[in-house]
């Protein structure tokens, strides 16, 4: 590129470190990262006019005289003014007639490339050139005659005004504003398809159509709202120009839409006015050029910046070093703190995988829990996901699958986080990513990353938040879409994980409450759109979800609650004390204030606490910020259970989940898990502060408030998860000898029988194939006349003897109502063979089943077996 050139193209009015809008606000109520300024390059000039020139010999000097001859005819309008010709590689007189006409003008600047690189780099690099408080663009056609210049620049008069009608509005995938009607354009943009346009000499009907059907596929897919994204006729904010071309990539015909998409996701209202338009012949638009605009449309959508490709593949990095146990010994390797989610988990993917390649009903399955079987929809297999990881289970095994979810989920849903906060909260992404991380692997989040893959595999969560804030900011024509949207979103998260979604409406219906007691005017504002958009998202989800969720309530196994007592709340210490496998954690100390380590659901720190309140009392006038407090205050409040128990003293209060505890739904939910509800919002919090910390002055004060970070969030970074070795399946097991023992519609019985105790027999099928039952299992399903849940099977006289002398119990006299009592069970379990692996204790085991039996066992495959007679 030849000619004239800018400096500082930047510009600096690009979005950049500044915090964005409030999630449920218009984008021109908060930060936009930069807003422009008039004549802020000190240079004088008024108005640039930028003309991308290529093989127009013949049109080229009388547009430019046009332009020329308008602009002087009203010198005290447009004052100093400069025209900037963009020779793209014409093989004809094109720059020869541009260097005549810049003889004759001083104002008039020619840019010329050895190439023709296409209308977007042409543009770009007439824009990035220029001077103008202004910028125009226009075809060297001038298909829309000068004059139309005048009508776009009264818009963009500090005392302009337009119709709410005509602005660009809607929401499209890359904004989060509402109507503009307050604020003043930053571009006003000629259409051909308002109904004051006119046009004059029309295209011929298949260029015509084609090109509607463009600027419809445009409206779809990038910046919906606009009518008329290609019309060659656009009048700029200068600043804003300059920063939307210098971040624009494209070099096609596209660029019109990049443009307009990055003034979108700026927040920078744009406004479509009516012009005169008249097709003119020797046009450059090919009909092959719709499909590249496609092409490049498609790459505007798929396109990633650099720094976000960075921040993914840091989340992956962080998910494999936390999992780098599993995945270097995949065969042998169990995650030491799942107790025995793991062996029940890798038996979800695998059963789901074995009905899904039969075409068996994959809401039930008589494998476990034999012979009354399973209902699989009461309990938490994942469809959303078991079911499409089919093939990956089949090629390579439970193990590999569950290894997947953890790692990918892990970071899929820190991604979501992120690309959420980066559209909601904050435009500077290190902010950004720091607040996902928070979202993401949170303790308790790591906590659950042992053995609950439903609860760490959020990624639905913070695209369901944003389609319900996209109704709340929304106009009318955008809610049905919306609603339709969000309930699809809603019914695949069932699939994922029902008890996940039931806090995060918890959570989203808190925020909302708060925000409304923060801001009301806003409140009233969104709260139409949003019930309106609730209610078409029920309608589209509930009939994707009705006969599962029926299977699930009232089909074969299904029970009405699991009930975990009184006692399942968090201490208020537990929101000060680090979590076992944080960085500084005490494993000694942390399980003393949780159930177990899949349940560490609080376990923030006290550092992280005290910035928390450090940053509230700092930027506690934000409504966003009153929000997210009262989110975090009554959510973690609810989380300490029916009684709070204060610490240090016999003092037991009432807590307030004693109001939601016997409530359907909430019944079988474990209260302390509301406490994950303050991760994002934390996460939140975080963003924030770090956004308003890069922007301080001077520069110890940014040093000192990010210390203040690195040093409440290194406590409870994590660390890698330990794994144990595990059990070895029998050789009787895996070299199938068990089936000459197990006809069909008998059972392998293991002893003890697989409970959420002891569930390696899960895992001796999972890994076979599925070649026998189990009766027993780790599984939630009903119990006695009521079908109150519990966990496993319902537990008989025979399963219970067995587990006790597993566990070291006393070995009580074995009689003739033992072995009647025994009999029975076995028959109940339609028993085939009677298998005793390598376990501890196994001697007494030994000693039980011989004496229940009446016959010693016979060593097979690794393991002592019972072979059960038929009955013929």
């Known amino acids: 590129m030849g000619g004239r050139t800018r400096a500082g193209s930047g510009s600096g009015a690009g979005p950049g470190t500044g915090t964005g809008p409030d999630p449920v606000i218009p984008a021109g109520a908060g930060a936009d990262g930069g807003d422009g300024g008039s004549g802020g390059n000190g240079s004088g000039v008024e108005l640039t006019v930028v003309v991308p020139a290529y093989n127009e010999e013949r049109r080229l000097r009388p547009t430019l005289d046009a332009i020329c001859a308008h602009l002087r005819a009203d010198p005290e309008r447009w004052g100093d003014w400069e025209l900037i010709v ?91 504003h509402g109507s503009y009607a307050d604020a003043a354009p930053a571009a006003a943009i000629g259409s051909r398809a308002l109904p004051d346009s006119r046009i004059g000499v029309r295209q011929r009907p298949l260029r015509e159509w084609l090109g509607r059907l463009g600027n419809r596929l445009i409206r779809l897919v990038a910046v919906r709202g606009i009518r008329d994204t290609q019309c060659g006729f656009k009048l700029f904010d200068g600043d804003k120009a300059r920063a939307a071309f210098a971040a624009s990539r494209l070099d096609g015909w596209g660029i019109d839409v990049e443009i307009l998409r990055h003034f979108r996701r700026a927040g920078w209202p744009v406004a479509e006015v009516p012009v005169r338009w008249s097709h003119q012949t020797g046009s450059k638009v090919r009909p092959a050029d719709y499909g590249r605009v496609l092409l490049e449309l498609l790459r505007l959508r798929t396109r990633t910046r650099p720094v976000d490709l960075a921040v993914a ?60 079987g399973v209902n699989l929809m009461a309990n938490t297999v994942m469809l959303g996901l078991s079911v499409p990881l089919t093939p990956v289970t089949l090629l390579f095994g439970p193990t590999v699958t569950w290894a997947l979810v953890l790692t990918l989920g892990l970071t899929g849903t820190a991604v979501a986080w992120y690309w959420l906060f980066v559209r909601r909260v904050t435009r500077l992404r290190p902010a950004a990513a720091l607040g996902a991380a928070l979202a993401a692997f949170a303790p308790p989040m790591m906590s659950h990353g042992t053995a609950h893959p439903n609860f760490l595999v959020l990624f639905m969560i913070p695209v369901i938040i944003d389609r319900a804030l996209r109704l709340c900011s929304g106009d009318g024509r955008r809610v049905v879409r919306d609603g339709v949207l969000l309930g699809l979103f809603a019914a695949y998260q069932i699939f994922l994980g029902e008890e996940p979604l039931l806090l995060a409406a918890m959570g989203m219906l808190l925020f909302a409450l708060a925000y409304a007691l923060a801001s009301p005017d806003v409140a009233r504002v969104a709260v139409r759109p949003l019930l309106r958009g609730l209610g078409v998202a029920l309608a589209v989800s509930l009939p994707l979800v009705a006969f599962p ?92 259970g029916q009684k709070i128990r204060i610490p240090f003293t016999d003092v037991v209060l009432p807590g307030p989940w004693r109001a939601l505890a016997h409530q359907p739904l909430f019944e079988s939910v474990i209260e302390s898990r509301v406490a994950m509800i303050c991760a994002p919002a934390l996460g939140v919090l975080i963003a924030l502060a770090v956004a308003r910390i890069a922007a301080l002055e001077p520069r110890a004060h940014r040093v000192v408030g990010l210390v203040a970070v690195a040093a409440a969030l290194l406590p409870i970074l994590p660390t890698p998860q330990p794994v144990r070795e595990r059990a070895e399946v029998p050789r009787f097991i895996t070299d199938g000898t068990y089936r000459h023992f197990v006809a069909e519609g008998e059972s392998v019985v293991p002893v003890p029988l697989p409970s959420p105790a002891e569930a390696d027999a899960l895992h001796w099928q999972s890994s076979t194939g599925f070649g026998f039952s ?32 597993r566990y070291g119990g006393r070995i009580p006299d074995i009689g003739t109502s033992w072995r009647e009592q025994a009999k029975l069970d076995l028959a109940f379990w339609k028993a085939g063979v009677v298998v005793l692996a390598p376990q501890d204790n196994d001697e007494a085991l030994y000693e039980v089943v011989s004496k229940l039996l009446g016959r010693p066992g016979e060593r097979m495959g690794g393991a002592w077996v019972w072979d059960m007679p038929r009955a013929r």
Do not use: C
């Open 86 to 176: 963009v020779d793209d590689g014409s093989t004809d007189g094109t720059a020869a007639i541009a260097a005549r006409a810049a003889a004759d003008e001083p104002r008039i600047h020619v840019l010329t490339s050895d190439e023709n690189r296409g209308k977007g780099y042409a543009l770009r690099q007439g824009v990035l050139a220029s001077y103008g408080r202004r910028v125009l663009v226009t075809d060297a056609d001038l298909a829309t005659p000068i004059e139309e210049l005048d009508t776009l620049d009264a818009l963009l008069a500090p005392d302009g005004g337009v119709p709410d009608d005509e602005y660009s509005r809607g929401t499209d995938d890359e904004s989060s």
């Open 774 to 805: 189990v009766p027993g299992g780790y599984f939630n399903g009903p119990w006695g006349p009521d079908r109150m849940g519990i966990y496993g099977a319902s537990p008989r006289y025979t399963s219970n003897l067995l587990r006790d002398v």
């Open 549 to 640: 969720l029926y299977w699930q309530f009232f089909g074969p196994q299904s029970y009405h609650s699991v009930l975990h007592g009184d006692n399942a709340g968090n201490s208020p210490l537990a929101f000060l004390e680090f979590s076992g496998r944080a960085l500084l954690g005490d494993e000694t100390r942390a399980d003393t204030l949780a159930m177990n380590r899949t349940e560490q659901n609080a376990f923030y720190g006290w550092p992280l606490t005290a910035l928390a309140f450090g940053i509230v009392v700092w930027l506690g006038r934000s409504p966003l910020v009153k929000a997210l407090t009262g989110t975090v205050l009554v959510a973690a409040l609810l989380s300490m």
């Open 313 to 372: 593949g840091l989340f992956l990095l962080a998910s494999v070093l936390l999992y780098q146990g599993l995945w270097t010994d995949l065969d042998r390797a169990y995650l030491a703190d799942s107790m025995q989610d793991q062996n029940q988990w890798e038996w979800f993917f695998a059963v789901t995988a074995d009905n899904v390649v039969n075409l068996r009903n994959p809401l039930f399955t008589t494998y476990q829990g034999y012979p009354d």
